[in-house]
């Protein structure tokens, strides 16, 4: 099984100086706990997940409709090809430390992929 085989194809982005209020809300919008933060050209800059909120805003007292993404944003985004196989793609984000990775063709997202997994 590849990371194609388990990425959310063309996933929601949202530019840096969107509010997390707004990110939230796209979160909830489209059930999912990533999104990804692009520039104007698409290019991947970092990624939103609904942990960031919680640990960096929430937890620490931080209004989220005046906190904008680029203050949330885990940046520089694991990126894995596509065609990468689902443990290549576990051991990446182990190896990062990161919870979700992005899968990016001529630097734009177009899938998302997040982990917890257990691997047997």
Do not use: N, W, Y
């Amino acid at each position: 099984m590849t990371a194609k085989d388990i990425m959310t194809a063309d996933p929601t982005v949202c530019r840096p100086d969107a509010h997390l209020h707004d990110v939230a809300k796209l979160m909830c919008d489209e059930d999912c706990g990533a999104i990804p933060v692009v520039d104007a050209q698409g290019k991947p800059l970092g990624i939103v997940t609904d942990r960031d909120i919680a640990c960096r805003v929430v937890a620490k007292g931080r209004d989220a409709l005046q906190t904008q993404a680029r203050d949330c944003m885990t940046p520089d985004p694991v990126c894995a090809s596509a065609d990468a196989s689902v443990d290549e793609v576990c051991d990446l984000l182990e190896r990062e430390r990161h919870e979700a990775s992005l899968g990016a063709l001529d630097f734009r997202p177009f899938q998302v992929v997040t982990l917890k997994l257990e691997r047997a």
